[in-house]
């Protein structure tokens, strides 16, 4: 591990002027699950590590507001997983979260952490994506609030600019019906990074949105406007040609989790079952 200095910035006026003296050559750390793993084999090289735990803006919380529901930055997942608005609203984000880690990785990594590593098979992203989450981000310069799937720029990149960084996780509170699944392959059971990850959301008008991770440079949102997908009386190869539409957005690579080739068989497979446990939910609602 190379040496670092090391800050606890208070306030979030301390981290904006501790991200500003440093720009790059900056790290931040919330849960540290991804950041410690980065110094100790040295694909991090900071010269400051500014750790937000002690940030009182920051502290861990998940609050409702109007039609939105705000996780703020140090929120862990296994926080989020105790949250019974979260279970009964956005039952696919508890679905993805219990995928990440063990769980005394989910005590310590949080949502904001997830997305802001920004790896195109980050789990709770396609659940956040389908779900329409929107990204607070903050700077000694103000505020701006970024969807999220305008956050995501490739692997490893977002559209935080420097000095900036991430205070909360919106998500909007639909006033609908609708029934939502998230799935994922891995090579093993257990803790591992996933071959492919889905995310399906059907509404009760009709609406249908499918979001993916791992079979991208970053995760991925489409949607079903026609309410075919929704229709329970349409038919399954009418069905499979809309899936296979919305799937080119798709560009699965061959890698040590599954050939490219396999990520695409099992795109189309994963989008039935997800679409099916879907609608399946939506009727019991």
């Known amino acids: 591990m190379q040496p670092?200095?090391?800050?606890?910035p208070a306030t979030l006026a301390d981290a904006f002027a501790l991200l500003d003296e440093h720009g790059p050559d900056a790290?931040?750390?919330?849960?540290?699950?991804?950041?410690?793993?980065?110094?100790?084999?040295?694909t991090l090289r900071p010269e400051m590590v500014i750790d937000l735990k002690?940030?009182?803006?920051?502290?861990?919380?998940?609050?409702?507001?109007?039609?939105?529901?705000?996780?703020?930055?140090?929120?862990?997942?296994?926080g989020i997983d105790e949250d019974q608005r979260i279970h009964a609203r956005f039952p696919a984000l508890i679905e993805a979260a219990a995928t990440v880690g063990s769980a005394q990785i989910r005590n310590r990594a949080t949502l904001t952490g997830n997305i802001c590593h920004a790896s195109p098979?980050?789990?709770?992203?396609?659940?956040?994506?389908?779900?329409?989450?929107?990204?607070?981000?903050?700077s000694a310069?103000?505020?701006?609030?970024?969807?999220?799937?305008?956050?995501?720029?490739?692997p490893g990149k977002t559209v935080l600019q420097r000095g900036e960084l991430v205070t909360a996780i919106d998500l909007p509170i639909a006033a609908e019906r609708r029934g939502a699944a998230f799935a994922r392959i891995t090579r093993r059971r257990g803790v591992d990074l996933a071959t492919?990850?889905?995310?399906?959301?059907?509404?009760?008008?009709g609406r249908t949105v499918l979001a993916y991770g791992a079979v991208g440079p970053r995760p991925f949102v489409v949607a079903d406007e026609s309410g075919l997908?929704?229709?329970?009386?349409?038919?399954?190869?009418?069905k499979d040609e809309v899936l296979r539409q919305l799937l080119t957005k798709a560009s699965p690579i061959s890698d040590v989790r599954g050939s490219r080739?396999?990520?695409?068989?099992?795109?189309?497979?994963?989008?039935?079952?997800?679409?099916?446990?879907?609608?399946?939910?939506?009727r019991a609602a």
Do not use: H, K
């Not at 670092?4 to 606890?8: L, Q, T």
């Open 261 to 282: 080739e396999y990520r695409e068989a099992m795109l189309l497979v994963m989008s039935r079952r997800a679409l099916r446990a879907s609608l399946e939910r939506l």
């Open 196 to 205: 492919i990850s889905i995310c399906c959301v059907v509404e009760s008008a």
């Open 141 to 154: 310069r103000g505020t701006r609030r970024v969807d999220l799937d305008e956050f995501f720029v490739g």
């Open 27 to 42: 790290c931040l750390l919330a849960g540290g699950t991804d950041v410690v793993v980065g110094l100790r084999n040295r």
């Open 54 to 78: 002690q940030v009182a803006e920051l502290q861990p919380a998940i609050s409702e507001e109007g039609s939105w529901l705000t996780i703020t930055a140090t929120t862990a997942l296994a």
């Open 4 to 8: 670092f200095a090391y800050a606890r």
């Open 121 to 138: 098979a980050a789990d709770t992203a396609p659940a956040l994506l389908a779900y329409g989450a929107r990204v607070n981000v903050a």
């Open 229 to 238: 997908l929704a229709d329970p009386a349409a038919r399954d190869g009418a």
